[in-house]
């Protein structure tokens, strides 16, 4: 049942408030339009992006990962534009700039280290996924299942109380916690989440993934990517890979098993293989160096 008195939100309404206190860097903008900007050198990409040492350090030892697996030494920003490409590299630093947004949320509503392990298996799987099936640009499944949870993030900052209710309610009653915020707020996560990825300017092939998730079967422009973000937030759930705010393993939507192509014991090969990745690449991108 409805909270009594719960006043009525829209998803502008929280996006509105939320940009009042969230913004992407500033380097992010002009990443982006130097990278869409016709006569711009690899030199002029990588000096943006050193401007930030933190930032620098974080995505050369992703370079230099297992995620990655190349057999060179990634020692210069240059040499990583040029290995995992402009845009890739765009992206990839998109993921690594948002995990030092979001300060002051109280544990006992979310536990950031929980919520991060999980965003970032999510993320590995996702592109994992990607990679078997040969996709071009495997860094975008990574940066849209790193950040598919982001709208648990902006809720639980603005409506911290409305979402202790929430949890207490999905706890009690076994239900799935997007269901209950359809029920009290009249959208979910995802769709705060998408909705604020593109108030970002965030790319149509993240932000997309992201507000539909949990309901791959209505993206429009991006239904394999949806459905790869839907698969490995399931996994990562089943295999208890970190912890949001959702308590249970959410349904399977077969639409989307259908489309990966996959079986079950070449998911669980291609599981084994990003075994490794999971613990380094959580250390590298929640490291503060």
Known sequence: ?????????????????????????????????????????IDDIARIITEDQ????????????????????????????????????????????????????PEELLSMAGFWRHSIACGIIARALA?????????????????????????ATILGDLVRKMLEETRSEGLLYFDVELKQLGFDHAEAGGA??????????????????????????????????????????????GQGCECHVPPLDPQSWDRLGMSPHQLGMVLKQVEPQLEETFAILSDTP
Request: with cysteine; aromatic share 10%; glycine share 6%.
């Open 1 to 41: 049942m409805a909270f009594a008195d719960a006043p009525t939100y829209t998803v502008s309404w929280l996006i509105d408030r939320t940009t009042t206190v969230y913004s992407l860097p500033l380097f992010y903008e002009r990443l982006n339009e130097a990278i869409n900007h016709p006569r711009t050198s």
């Open 131 to 155: 990679t078997w099936r040969r996709e071009v640009n495997v860094e975008r499944f990574f940066v849209a299942g790193m950040l598919h949870d982001i709208g648990q993030l902006i809720i």
């Open 54 to 105: 933190g930032l620098t350090a974080r995505l050369l030892r992703l370079a230099n990962s297992p995620m990655f697996g190349y057999f060179g030494r990634v020692d210069s920003i240059s040499r990583a534009v040029t290995i995992i490409g402009t845009q890739q590299l765009r992206d990839l630093a998109l993921a690594a700039s948002v995990m030092g947004i979001f300060k002051g949320i």
């Open 196 to 241: 604020l990825l593109k108030e970002w300017k965030i790319p149509a092939n993240i932000a997309e993934p992201v507000a539909y998730h949990h309901r791959p079967g209505r993206a429009e422009q991006f239904p394999l990517e949806s459905s790869l973000i839907h698969l490995a937030d399931l996994i990562c759930q089943a295999m208890q890979l």
